[in-house]
């Protein structure tokens, strides 16, 4: 096992990048030795804006937030089956709330070495930069961070994992 990385969190946002970033995850746990665990939020903060501003009706953000809840498991399911194709375990954490304080608590609570991430999207306003929580996670947590961008080279090098 090494000594500079021993556990790895790989957030998930339901994207196919962030699948990218999974298999990147394994890659370089089943290398290192290290323990991983993959993070999805279900972003209640953001869902809660949505009804404030009236874009959605309460009904409508809770059917959304169920759908939400739907997706994070069929993900991180998905993310299993990369992990135990190449026998890397993976604890799996489902949780709701801010994105980027939920990053930041199961970093500080599973003593994390490394945060996996996407490649941050691009910033189309100074709106944007305001609430892109994956990118504020990233500027505050302790522990250092690896962006994940070329999924043309990522899923070659986990094809040839043993």
Excluded: W
């Amino acid at each position: 096992m090494s000594e500079i990385v021993r556990r790895i969190l790989v957030y998930i946002d339901g994207t196919e990048h962030a699948m990218v970033a999974a298999h990147y995850a394994v890659c370089l746990a089943k290398t290192l030795g290290a323990h991983l665990s993959a993070l999805f939020v279900v972003n209640t903060q953001a869902l809660g804006a949505l009804v404030k501003s009236r874009i959605f009706l309460e009904d409508e953000e809770m059917e959304y937030r169920t759908d939400l809840r739907a997706d994070a498991e069929r993900y991180l399911r998905h993310v299993h089956s990369i992990g135990k194709a190449k026998n890397v375990p993976i604890d799996l954490i489902n949780i709701s709330g801010s994105v980027s304080v939920e990053i930041k608590k199961c970093i500080k609570e599973k003593n994390i070495d490394l945060l996996i991430i996407v490649e941050l999207s691009k910033i189309q306003s100074r709106r944007d930069q305001f609430y892109d929580e994956t990118e504020r996670a990233m500027c505050s947590v302790p522990c250092s961070v690896l962006i994940v961008k070329d999924g043309d080279r990522v899923y070659p090098i986990y094809d040839h994992l043993d």
